[in-house]
């Protein structure tokens, strides 16, 4: 009643299909992380266009560079120094009113993930007996994502440009998981920074 597994290297792949395997990869990916967050809870609350609620989950502190765009409008320039799977916090030169919807889009900085172990294989005991598994890659680079956000907040103005706290309104499983591994990674880096520093 035993079986085999066997790894398999792919020694000859023309790039068209290595990148097709890849888009079914993160299909995949994506659809796995969706079905993990619907297991673990329901979604977050949302708050309403203009509550003052707090932030709910866990944030990093980072800045990193954000193309928004309202409407049909040209796609706009600006930065954001905080990130949670909620929101983010959004530092641009306009003015917006509250409750504007926005597309987003920007890649989270992979400068935090040396804090990760990198790969390493460990012996599993399977059904099928003992197998070599690698441990996920989290210090593989994060892709551009692309989501939606409402103006929820605005702050005090400061150095020419304009504060607003922008709440994620389609952000996926997929997403959700990759946010979280940055904030943690930012999490790590500090916590290692202030053991160093005592």
């Known amino acids: 009643g035993g079986g085999y597994e066997y790894g398999i290297n792919f ?40 509550s003052r609620q707090r932030r709910l989950t866990v944030r990093a502190f980072a800045q990193f560079p954000v193309r928004y765009r309202i409407s049909k409008r040209a796609s706009v320039q600006a930065h954001a120094n905080e990130v949670s799977v909620g929101g983010l ?40 007996g003992a197998r070599t598994v690698r441990a996920q890659d989290n210090r593989r680079p994060f892709d551009e994502m692309r989501v939606h956000g409402r103006i929820l907040s605005r702050f005090v103005h400061t150095r020419g440009r304009n504060i607003y706290g922008v709440a994620f309104i389609d952000i996926d499983g997929y997403e959700r998981e990759e946010i979280a591994r940055f904030t943690h990674a930012v999490q790590l880096v500090k916590l290692r920074s202030e053991h160093t520093r005592t």
């Open 11 to 50: 020694s000859s792949m023309r790039p068209g299909e290595r990148a097709k395997l890849a888009v079914e990869i993160r299909g995949m990916q994506r659809r796995d992380a969706r079905a993990r967050a619907q297991k673990r809870a329901p979604e977050l609350p949302r708050p309403e266009p203009n």
């Open 89 to 128: 916090r959004l530092m641009a030169r306009e003015s917006i009113p509250t409750g504007t919807i926005l597309e987003l889009r920007f890649t989270l900085p992979s400068d935090y993930l040396h804090v990760y172990p990198t790969i390493e294989e460990r012996t599993e005991i399977s059904p099928f």
